[in-house]
């Protein structure tokens, strides 16, 4: 409670009713709305007072009469006091005078004679004559009066000082006496026996003698100021003596026509014209009753507008879904009215209670459709809990929420179910020509989809639709939830449904989990597959995994980044471990089929470098496709991301994957041999002869096994759980003997042909070596031998010089096997044919020398043992003159190995 307030000054101190009255004090109040109390005089002015500040209000005058305090009532200070009163006087208005205006006129013939009445009392009743006053003073004074003072502003008429407030009067006893009366000449009630008391009751009387003779010498000087007047003005008074006598001469024509009194007539008039005046004046009191009762009407529509256009304002709210304001204005109308028993006011009431019911109709069923963010889902939920709704709509909220979620998915199984059940199935497409795809590219294209949906199975578009629409919903059931239970949602929590929602959540995440297994892992075992969906192209999943893959990571990001319970993750978890097993043992085992066919893709072009020789562009291929794929599966299936395990962590898992990584390292040789030795289409419409197919497989592999598994196993390396010393070997071993199988294919290829016709090409023309003749050079078939070994020479070295030492010394081994078996067979021979035997053994020794082994050397040596020793020196200079004739003429031949082998 604060000071009481206090009022120590008012402007003006009197005045009539309707008087604007400045009070000043202190405490007055700290707002309008503190103000509580204005009493003038007794009456309650609050309503006709404008509070100002705490130290100023101004007020109206009442109508009650008299002379009290002003008290000021405020809530924080309570009842006032007063040090200062203000006096309510009635004063006549005059019939041309506003009642709303003050006219202020400083002098009025009415109150000229009453001041001449007062004073004549005072000459002849009140003051005696022996007191120096005579009789002509006063009717002098009395005829030709004084001018009133203005409203007491003016100084004392008697010219004395007035005394001051402390020496006054008692007010309250001038009251009594004179009741009707007050001091101020200028007023009608003027009275000189109140204006000596209140101003001069203790003036002594010579004073008041000397101020009537102050009051004399005023008057004198006005007579003398009248003669000088009338002096200067001789001409004019003249010319209204003249005007006199023509009124005067007008009035008694007046007369004798009018009669003696015409004054009747006047009065006649006067008085019709106070009726028709008394009539307008009615009629406009009547016109401003009416217009009072109309204002009056309009105040209380104006004040009560709230009110009467409460329900036409809620319906408009609900149509602009404006469901604040509604709430708002409708507890400010109860706040208002609720507790008044105006049957009107209820009627308003009730019809804004329709209202408020129908929105929360409308709130209830917007949050049974559940296609709200939280945000505005929040927003309804405080508005029905404001407009205390019956149960509890956060909880609804939540489990129309997981509801609309469950019903998503399944809705969304179902129409892709639809389309995959009604459209026919998609042929394996065969891409052939010029625009068929690498292999690497078909790798590739796994993890890229086409963007024509039509060439994408049905239930690989579901997961794609169903990890989309799940990523976008469920955030909004877990953020609900969250809301529900941290208080957020207005509503007070209940602890004890927490266990519920936290079924919700699981239910969720697994029927989801189950609805990809279902589609994009058919062989997973899967209880009541049914349920979660049966699709026709369900076999063609495999090779869309990564993509799958994709698609369920994004969702386990979001649900992640949601920070849901450790058992709600793992279930996604599990999911994505399986897919990315499932992927990665689907692309390596893609990769392997795709290396089997890869010598479809052999074009035979062929790089010759110093260091690797000839090799085809096949090799280049398989390790492309290898390494591209090894990147795509470290990328996109073993980078560990959002809390995934390593799935190389388990063990069969690692297992598997290094025995899948053995298969991609040793099916190019089955490619390989298959180039080397099958019939096979190609694209390539000019395939070398199968020798040379040979050879080039031959330096493909070993250019495989040196230098391409190398660069494929050096991408492996960083997989540190791997243990690839088992499929290096196995692989290396596998290219080892592919090696051996291809180089035995070409020997075989090459070297029978050869040694077919080497005995033909000795026994040609009936040839006896019992009949030989005496020998001239070597025979043609030693010839034969050396110029198909130079072919062999020629063609090998083409594809590397590693090759040539292993195949000429393969090939000069079987030569010379097939001669030692051919001269042991020999059964009879005579001397010539002992030096032609002679001749043809040094000179094939001498041709094929460089590529002759330990092996080789043995079988010569086997050779030469049927044959007889030359004994004779022309039979030894024969040999050797054969033997060099033989070297010159076959030179060229020789020295291509000659070349070579240096």
């Not at 008012?10 to 700290?30: C, Y």
């Not at 979620?405 to 042929?427: G, Q, V």
């Not at 020997?747 to 040694?755: G, T, V």
């Not at 097939?818 to 005579?830: A, F, P, V």
Request: glycine letters at 6%.
């Amino acid at each position: 409670m604060g000071p009481p307030p206090i009022v120590n000054g008012i402007s003006p101190r009197e005045g009539p009713p309707g008087t604007k009255i400045t009070i000043r004090g202190e405490h007055l109040g700290t707002t309008p709305q503190d103000l509580i109390g204005v009493f003038i005089n007794g009456s309650d002015c609050l309503l006709i007072s404008e509070w100002k500040t705490d130290k100023k209000i101004i007020a109206l005058a009442p109508a009650k009469e008299g002379k009290g305090d002003i008290i000021i009532a405020t809530t924080s200070g309570g009842i006032g006091t007063c040090a200062v009163q203000f006096r309510v006087f009635k004063e006549n208005v005059g019939p041309l005078k506003e009642s709303a205006v003050w006219v202020n006129e400083k002098y009025h013939p009415r109150r000229k004679k009453a001041l001449l009445r007062r004073m004549k009392s005072i000459y002849y009743g009140t003051i005696d004559i022996e007191d120096g006053l005579d009789t002509t003073d006063g009717l002098n004074l009395w005829r030709k009066g004084v001018m009133a003072p203005v409203g007491g502003e003016a100084d004392d008429p008697l010219g004395l000082d007035v005394e001051g407030s402390a020496s006054n009067f008692p007010e309250e006893q001038l009251q009594e006496m004179f009741p009707e009366a007050i001091g101020d000449i200028g007023s009608e009630r003027f009275d000189p026996a109140y204006f000596l008391l209140e101003h001069h009751h203790a003036t002594t009387f010579d004073d008041l003698k000397a101020g009537l003779e102050h009051l004399r010498r005023k008057v004198s000087g006005h007579n003398q100021n009248q003669l000088s007047f009338i002096k200067s003005n001789t001409n004019s008074i003249m010319d209204q003596l003249d005007t006199l006598r023509s009124v005067k001469k007008r009035y008694e024509i007046d007369t004798r026509e009018s009669g003696s009194d015409p004054t009747k007539a006047v009065e006649k008039a006067i008085s019709e014209c106070k009726e028709e005046a008394d009539k307008m004046f009615f009629d406009v009191l009547g016109r401003k009753d009416k217009a009072d009762k109309t204002r009056n009407a309009l105040t209380v529509l104006n004040r009560f507008k709230f009110l009467f256009h409460l329900p036409a304002s809620i319906s408009s709210h609900l149509a602009k879904e404006d469901y604040d304001r509604v709430i708002e204005e409708y507890e400010r109308a109860k706040a208002l009215y609720g507790s008044s028993e105006e049957p009107l006011f209820q009627t308003y009431l009730a019809e804004a209670e329709k209202g408020v019911q129908q929105m929360k109709q409308t709130l209830s069923s917007k949050l049974r459709e559940g296609n709200l963010t939280v945000e505005q889902q929040k927003k309804l939920i405080g508005s029905l809990t404001q407009l205390e709704f019956e149960g509890d709509p956060a909880w609804e909220c939540v489990q129309t929420r997981y509801r609309l979620t469950f019903e998503l998915m399944e809705s969304c199984k179902t129409s892709h179910a639809n389309l995959d059940a009604t459209s026919a199935l998609r042929p394996i497409p065969q891409i052939t020509g010029s625009v068929a795809p690498s292999p690497a590219g078909k790798i590739r294209a796994m993890f890229t989809p086409p963007e024509d949906p039509d060439r994408v199975p049905q239930n690989i578009l579901f997961v794609e639709d169903l990890t989309d629409r799940v990523s976008a919903e469920f955030p909004e059931l877990w953020k609900l939830g969250q809301a529900y239970f941290k208080g957020e949602l207005h509503v007070e929590q209940d602890v004890g449904k927490q266990p519920v929602f936290r079924e919700m959540v699981l239910s969720s995440i697994s029927f989801f989990c189950n609805l990809v297994r279902a589609a994009a892992l058919p062989s997973a075992p899967l209880p009541n597959r049914e349920d979660y969906g049966v699709w026709r192209e369900a076999g063609k999943a495999d090779m869309w995994l990564p993509h799958c893959l994709r698609q369920v990571r994004s969702s386990y990001a979001v649900f992640i980044s949601l920070d849901l319970p450790g058992q709600v993750l793992d279930i996604v978890k599990n999911l994505t471990t399986e897919l990315r097993l499932s992927s990665l043992n689907n692309i390596l085992t893609s990769v392997v089929e795709e290396i089997y066919v890869l010598h479809e893709k052999e074009d035979w072009l062929q790089d010759i470098s110093d260091e690797y020789g000839s090799i085809t562009n096949l090799p280049k291929v398989f390790e492309n496709l290898v390494v591209e794929s090894i990147v795509l599966i470290k990328e996109a299936v073993l980078a560990i991301d959002n809390r995934e395990d390593d799935i190389l962590d388990h063990p069969t898992a690692r297992s598997n994957t290094e025995f899948l990584i053995q298969k991609v390292l040793s099916a190019f040789a089955f490619a390989l041999e298959n180039a080397a030795t099958e019939n096979y289409y190609s694209n390539q419409t000019d395939i070398p002869p199968d020798s040379r197919r040979l050879l080039y497989c031959l330096n493909n592999c070993k250019y495989t096994q040196t230098k391409v598994v190398p660069n494929i196993v050096s991408k492996l390396f960083d997989l540190e759980q791997l243990s690839l010393d088992k499929p290096i070997s196995e692989s290396i071993n596998m290219y080892s003997v592919l090696d051996q199988k291809l180089f035995d294919a070409y020997m075989e290829l090459k070297c029978e042909p050869i040694i077919a016709i080497i005995e033909p090409n000795m026994y040609m023309g009936k040839f006896d070596w019992a009949k030989c003749v005496r020998p001239s050079g070597a025979r043609n078939y030693v010839k034969e031998i050396l110029h198909n070994a130079v072919c062999v020479h020629a063609e090998v070295s083409r594809i590397g010089e590693e090759f040539v030492s292993r195949v000429m010394v393969k090939l000069v081994e079987a030569v010379c096997e097939e001669t030692n078996r051919l001269y042991c067979c020999i059964q009879r021979m005579n001397s010539n044919g002992c030096v032609q035997a002679w001749v043809d053994i040094k000179c094939i020794e001498a041709s094929l020398k460089p590529y002759m082994n330990p092996t080789s050397d043995g079988y010569i040596a086997e050779a030469r043992k049927p044959l007889l020793v030359l004994e004779k020196d022309k039979d030894n200079e024969l040999v050797e003159k054969c033997l060099q004739t033989f070297c010159s003429n076959m030179r060229r031949h020789i020295q291509c190995f000659e070349t070579k082998s240096s």
